[in-house]
């Protein structure tokens, strides 16, 4: 079992950038595939970005490909999200989530953090 902390979130005009932080509990954080999901109020949740164990491989949302990184720091237990760029469409409650797989359904995973507030201005 792992259980996450997000933090990094705050209030941004658009064009600003931030970065996301995950830390992650337990001696198995390097065995768990990680990701980034948001939900914005009204919406359902909505998968942004994932990586692998080693962080070789990641995914995106087409709405944050070029703007977001995502990366891993393994002697950390740490997960990141680079936000560049950022617009108002990305203002959400942003969670950090755990899975065994490379996936993008909010579904295959099986862990979550409790999410943190990104808002960003016009």
């Known amino acids: 079992q792992v259980q996450m902390v997000e933090s990094g979130g705050g209030l941004v005009q658009a064009g600003a950038s931030l970065r996301l932080s995950c830390a992650a509990s337990?001696?198995?954080?390097?065995?768990?595939?990680m990701g980034w999901f948001r939900q914005a109020p009204g919406k359902e949740r909505e998968f942004v970005a994932a990586?692998?164990?080693?962080?070789?491989?990641?995914d995106y949302a087409d709405s944050v490909k070029g703007r977001f990184t995502i990366s891993r720091d393994n002697a950390k237990n740490t997960v990141y999200l680079q936000m560049n760029s950022l617009r108002p469409e990305d203002t959400a409650v942003y969670y950090c989530?755990?899975?065994?797989?490379?996936?993008?359904?909010?579904?295959?995973?099986?862990?979550w953090g409790q999410g943190t507030q990104v808002t960003v201005s016009s």
């Open positions: 989530a755990a899975s065994f797989a490379l996936r993008s359904s909010p579904g295959e995973y099986g862990y």
């Open positions: 337990g001696p198995y954080f390097s065995t768990y595939f």
């Open positions: 990586i692998s164990r080693n962080g070789g491989a990641t």
